[in-house]
């Protein structure tokens, strides 16, 4: 399913707490400096239109969540959703994960990566650029701390398999665990608007939890 058209948000409100760019990132890298605050910092790969991190940075304030968008008006969009909720301890950054993670995260800064619904990259000769691929995927394991985990859901079954095994083969991290499925009582109870849309429509979805040891 592809992208729907955003709503227009308000040209007046203040995003200057929860959206950059990659380039305006602390340089060496300092969470720190980015938040006000030392904190546990969990990194979204794909924010979309804000969803996972708008109800996760409410329901877990003593947590900073970070999301990498590399479409700029999905990050604004997303950004908009935290400043109106004043939700400080949720920043979007504007820019590709891959460079995020090659120039800028050290080692086990992270205590979770959150992978929803990423582009299945469906030709072959595209597949290179998944976000689970062999060159990637060793940037998430050694950004996570011991204990750190690693969240990767998708409804296309195919890369879900292919994924898993790529895991399985090329890291150390436990799992897969299990994710059972939560019923839903409302919007929020999705983690992304993705994971909405697919259920509404009576489609699968596919997870799994990885861990990495101490």
Do not use: C
Request: glycine share 8%; charged share 30%; net charge positive.
């Amino acid at each position: 399913m592809g992208r729907r058209a955003l709503r227009k948000t308000n040209a007046n409100l203040d995003l200057s707490q929860n959206l950059r760019r990659l380039e305006e990132l602390p340089r060496p890298w300092s969470a720190e400096a980015l938040f006000g605050r030392e904190a546990p910092v969990e990194l979204e790969i794909g924010s979309g239109k804000g969803l996972f991190l708008r109800t996760a940075a409410a329901a877990h304030p003593e947590v900073d969540y970070l999301g990498i968008e590399i479409a700029p008006r999905y990050a604004q969009f997303a950004a908009a959703g935290l400043a109106r909720r004043g939700l400080v301890n949720a920043v979007v950054v504007i820019g590709d994960a891959a460079r995020l993670f090659e120039e800028l995260l050290p080692e086990a800064s992270l205590a979770a990566v959150h992978l929803y619904f990423p582009d299945p990259w469906w030709k072959r000769r595209h597949k290179k650029r998944r976000v689970i691929r062999e060159s990637f995927i060793a940037h998430l394991e050694r950004t996570l701390r011991p204990g750190g985990t690693l969240h990767f859901w998708t409804d296309v079954e195919e890369y879900f398999r292919t994924g898993l095994a790529l895991v399985a083969s090329e890291t150390r991290l436990q799992g897969p665990l299990e994710v059972p499925e939560k019923p839903a009582q409302g919007d929020l109870d999705y983690r992304t608007h993705f994971e909405r849309r697919t259920r509404l429509h009576g489609q699968p979805v596919y997870r799994a939890e990885f861990r990495k040891l101490p």
